[in-house]
């Protein structure tokens, strides 16, 4: 297969490309290495897959639409994952553009692109984030997403009906994937499992919401990559058994699209979580015990048998073995830097 990556220097990104290009596709790496977050991080993630001939790296910003177009133009690929985003949930209360640029603009210059190219598979990411106010759990593919409660979400949304307006009107095949708590080796220092291990590790206090009263359906990279791995060659049909007249969402009769979350589907207590990530770095967390953040929702949990039914997925990593694999990691890296 000969597959774009966008986002390629991020956390899931590059651990997508890593395993393609060792799976022996071709990967087109597109990033446009933002200061977001440490760049030197990003480079660094880059440096595991520079060098493969198989792997062809573009510094591109996908909101730049003739950039992007000439990219697409020059590699052809057959499919496409978007991970490219402006991401956090709390960094949307702060600077709302980039949002906009980035999840609304940008993306639909890949839908675009994918339309002008013929690309047989678009996977695009969406969010756990996009339930909003729905506390009914575990969720699930069916269940409503129209009560967004920030913008992150909410433009996650619109990258979904996006995606299947295109899908019906050019027969673009689409898969979105709503990830849920991604955490691991070579994550995002502006995620709450990064932030924890680095107050931990410089005695700082660490900040913990809702006094810890909180549930996440934790997922370990590796897990997620398997996901995606399966659904690459798999383009999605339109649902004979879809009816318009009551229609279901995630799926579609009239598009070929499909939604899926992709996560543990076993959640963990935040105060849980804590204790594993100080167990793997041999250290104890000062606590700051803070009220609910504006945005934030109490628990997440992932229904993710139609995901399993469709491709066989079963994450495998226990919080205890994800997080002691991040530890390592974490202190390898930073003991080099």
Known sequence: MKVLVTGSAGFIGNHLAKRLLDDG?????????????????????????RGQASFHEECIDISDEAALSACFAAHEPEYVVNLAAQAGVRYSLESPASYVQSNLVGFANILENCRQHNVKHLVFASTSSIYGANRKLPYTEKDTTDHQVNLYSASKKANEAMAHAYAHLFDIPSTGLRFFTVYGDWGRPDMAFFKFADAIMKNRPIDVYNRGEMTRDFTYVGDIVEGIMHLIPMPPKPDSSWDARAPELGRSGVAPYKIYNIGCGKPVTLMRYIEVLEACLGRVAKKNLMPMQPGDVKDTCADVSELATATGYAPVTSVEEGMAKFAKWYASYYSKT
């Open 25 to 49: 596709h071709d990967v087109v790496g597109i990033d446009n290495l933002n200061a977001y977050y440490d760049p030197a991080l990003k480079q660094a993630r880059l440096d595991r897959i």
